[in-house]
């Protein structure tokens, strides 16, 4: 078991920055391909970035890109959304979450997951 821990969200105005963390604890072995999803209010769950565990393969949601960055470090187990040149649109509930499938932009990958941190960008 694996539990995820977000922080880091907030009120924004927008073109503001954010940083989000993600702390795994448990059996938080370094193997876990990690990713960032989001729901907005009235809509559906979203992924918008992932890593895998060698921080080598990386996506982004097209939404997000050039303004997101997902990094990791997993001497800390903790993965990170730099989030750059917010906009009104990216106001949600942001979780993180964990699992081992190599299909890094599928939610099916994705087995263990956070409670959320809440983002809101003012405009």
């Known amino acids: 078991q694996v539990q995820l821990v977000e922080s880091g969200g907030g009120l924004v105005q927008a073109g503001g920055s954010l940083r989000l963390s993600c702390a795994a604890s448990?059996?938080?072995?370094?193997?876990?391909?990690m990713a960032w999803f989001r729901q907005a209010p009235g809509k559906e769950r979203e992924i918008i970035a992932a890593i895998d565990w060698t921080g080598g393969r990386l996506y982004y949601r097209n939404s997000v890109k050039g303004r997101f960055t997902i990094s990791r470090e997993n001497a800390k187990n903790v993965v990170y959304l730099q989030m750059n040149s917010l906009k009104p649109e990216d106001t949600a509930l942001y979780f993180c979450?964990?699992?081992?499938?190599?299909?890094?932009?599928?939610?099916?990958?994705?087995?263990?997951w956070g409670q959320g941190t809440r983002v809101t960008v003012s405009s």
């Open positions: 979450a964990a699992g081992t499938d190599s299909v890094i932009f599928s939610e099916n990958t994705y087995i263990y």
């Open positions: 448990g059996r938080a072995d370094t193997m876990y391909n």
